[in-house]
């Protein structure tokens, strides 16, 4: 059975930064990604990359201050934030699905695997 199982949430002043991880087991994932949801808020994309690594996708609101990467000989995802904001605050959570599509997805459903997420608050 498949389980991924993040870690390195926390509370952090804006401007600073965090790096999650994500450990991954029970399966092969070809696409890895991050997911972030506020309060009352839909659950939204942070970021997706391929196996290979060599592919990386960010949502605007991202781009430019987090970097996805993964360690395949760790089954391991990791995402690290930099110059964080009061916004970024919500619970992240990393996916993964097991076969490739065209494009890194975007959307939730594309995602078959799921953790169960980890807090992450930035104080202003």
């Known amino acids: 059975q498949a389980q991924l199982a993040e870690s390195g949430g926390g509370l952090v002043q804006a401007g600073g930064s965090l790096r999650l991880s994500c450990a991954a087991s029970g399966g092969t994932f070809s696409i890895m990604g991050w997911f972030r949801q506020a309060p009352g808020k839909e659950r939204d994309f942070v970021a997706a990359?391929?196996?290979?690594?060599?592919?990386?996708y960010y949502a605007d609101s991202v781009k430019g201050r987090f970097t996805i990467s993964r360690d395949n000989a760790k089954n391991t995802v990791s995402l690290q934030m930099n110059t964080l904001k009061p916004e970024d605050t919500a619970v992240y959570y990393c996916?993964?699905?097991?076969?490739?599509?065209?494009?890194?997805?975007?959307?939730?459903?594309?995602?078959?695997?799921w953790g169960q997420g980890t807090q992450v608050t930035v104080s202003s």
């Open positions: 990359i391929n196996w290979s690594g060599s592919t990386t």
């Open positions: 996916a993964a699905r097991g076969t490739p599509i065209g494009q890194l997805p975007t959307t939730p459903s594309s995602y078959y695997y």
